[in-house]
């Protein structure tokens, strides 16, 4: 029978361990703390910023929350930006994406220090990733190779087949793979034979956004299988990019949507937040 990795439980145990890490922190006067960013109002994003907010408030990290109207100007949020880059108090910074069209996303992520870019998206700490150099990593990968680790699936030597490129899932979390020595194939919208690459993966990360594409046709017997995508259904019900209920009799370990990975984005920012105050205060 498959083994169904708990996102929610692995995501509970890092965020209680990093409970009892800000508890010590304290206790030698450093105060770890988040500063996130809104600009409008789109009821998901309030709700992503409130989960941070509430995963921070566990934790014990502080977080300051700015909300910036719509209109806001990109100079002003850059401004913003520039005056948490030089507060000391502040160790790491999000902009919840997506931002207004009328700002140049690149140009407000390029603006955080990269020393507290919590979300991993500053081309420094991308290129650092590809180079094995230390960095913030992007906090849904991460928490892919978490949920790997902790469920104690090795990936050296592995068939890891990533389908999906984007710079926030595909290209880190196959940069992560290749770190921890498995084979990666990093596959896209043009891949030729795309089931046939799929069959091959000891571990199969399907991340295109498109829900239940990946049936039982496309995973070996015995692979492992993580599900990034996330969709809400007609009946209301999440569903993933992979279907579930075709899937799970044949794998070895599948994670569920929801309770997958959706929860350990969260946690890996946290522990972000936390590496980053630490890192600051050893400087
Ligand atoms: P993007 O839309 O940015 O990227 C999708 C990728 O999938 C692209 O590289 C695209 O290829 C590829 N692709 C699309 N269709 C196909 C296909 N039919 N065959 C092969 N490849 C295909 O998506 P994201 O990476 O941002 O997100 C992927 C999914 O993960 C979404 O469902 C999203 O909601 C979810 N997600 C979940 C998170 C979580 O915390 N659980 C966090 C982030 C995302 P090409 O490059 O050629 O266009």
Known sequence: MAHIIDGKKIST???DELKSRVAGLKEKGICPCLAVIQVGSDPASTVYVNNKKKACAYIGIGSRAYELPEETGEQELLQLIDQLNHDPSVHGILVQLPIPDHMDEQKVIMAISPDKDVDGFHPQN???????RPGFVSCTPAGIIQLLKRSDISIEGKECVV???SNIVGKPVSALLLRENGTVTVCHSRTRRLKEVCQRADILVAAIGRPKFFDDSYVKEGAVVIDVGI?????GKLCGDVDYDKV?????AITPVPGGVGPMTIAMLMNNCVESALYKNQE
């Open 231 to 235: 969709h809400r259904m007609d009946n």
């Open 126 to 132: 991308v290129g650092a990733l590809n180079i094995g």
């Open 13 to 15: 145990q890092i965020k």
């Open 248 to 252: 799970v009799s044949k794998v070895a």
């Open 163 to 165: 389908v999906g490129r």
